[in-house]
């Protein structure tokens, strides 16, 4: 199933994708939601009428009105939890600036969404920042609260993947030694198209993964290459911490970013920047 939340007549509601590209509205399926964050918590419940509806609906029960399809998850219950250096190309490529080299364990840091960006969105230039890079990662949307899960159940857990571009502004990234202000403005989330659920991607860690700057391939790769897995980072995790339905987990990037170009060739005012995921989609922002 593919989730989406869209805009239409100034609303914003949750809907899924049906045959032929359809969208229906969640509301049409007779389910009242609040927004996905609601829907998600609700899945497991909900899922099987869904399922349902999509298997017979037809072009009448479409959405008809103009929409605007706008990040998944507009506002998150709670900051992302982000994976660094989870490739081992992007960890080589970067060692001149941080060296993580001899790294034995997993890298975490968060990242504050206020609001997520669309996946058309228009990414802000800031007038402080000299070094706007991308990052695209996949995305993992949690459905049931997890404490202590172990590695082999964490899969149970999981409603289904995202695209993430992790924006980050390099210079107050490294300013400020932590990485949480340069992840963190506003707009520097871009997120979607959709949710697609685990059972129909499959095999999470053999997804290609990409991103062109301009029609300029910048990165390419596939998900099999992490360093730690999806399961791996979900089971560590909830150890201790309890991550709550909705909880979104970016997983790290792969080689190919700005700060790894020599000379570095960070984005400006005008730059197109298309993130693609086998199975899931692609965002497409412009720098503005």
């Known amino acids: 199933m593919r989730l989406y939340t869209i805009e239409t007549e100034g609303i914003e509601k949750a ?3 049906g045959r032929n590209g359809m969208l229906f509205t969640v509301d049409s399926m007779g389910i009242c939601v609040k927004d996905m964050n609601e829907l998600i918590n609700r899945f497991d419940e909900l899922s099987p009428k869904m399922t349902a509806f999509l298997e017979s609906a037809g072009e009448k029960d479409a959405v008809r ?3 605007r399809i706008k990040a998944p998850i507009p506002v998150p219950l709670q900051d992302i939890i982000c994976l660094g250096v989870n490739y081992r190309e992007h960890m080589e ?3 001149d600036v941080i060296d993580f080299s001899d790294k034995t364990d997993a890298v975490y840091f968060s990242k504050r969404v206020n ?3 669309d996946p058309d969105g228009i990414i802000p230039v800031y007038d402080f920042v000299d070094s706007t890079d991308y990052e695209a990662e996949l995305g993992v949307i949690i459905k049931k ?3 202590n899960v172990d590695t082999g159940d964490a899969a149970d857990h999981i409603l289904g993947y995202t695209i993430i571009n992790d924006i980050s502004a390099r210079n ?4 400020h030694k932590q990485w949480y202000r340069g992840k963190s403005l506003d707009g520097y989330t871009p997120m979607g198209p959709c949710i697609v659920t685990a059972d129909e991607l499959g095999d999470i860690h053999n997804l ?6 301009n029609g300029e391939k910048r990165q390419s790769s596939n998900t099999g290459y992490m360093i730690t897995t999806v399961e791996e980072a979900v089971s560590e995790l909830s150890r201790g911490m309890v991550l709550k339905a909705g909880t979104v987990i970016s997983t790290g990037t792969p080689g190919g970013v700005a700060m790894g170009m020599k000379p570095p060739v960070y984005l400006k005012k005008g730059d197109v ?3 693609e995921i086998k199975g899931i989609g692609c965002l497409e922002n412009t720098m503005g």
């Open 172 to 175: 107050l990234q490294f300013k």
């Open 208 to 213: 290609d993964i990409s991103c062109y700057v």
């Open 65 to 67: 009105s103009p929409y």
């Open 145 to 147: 609260d997890a404490l």
């Open 273 to 275: 920047i298309r993130c």
């Open 93 to 95: 490529e970067t060692k």
């Open 115 to 117: 609001r997520a960006n």
């Open 15 to 17: 809907a899924a994708g």
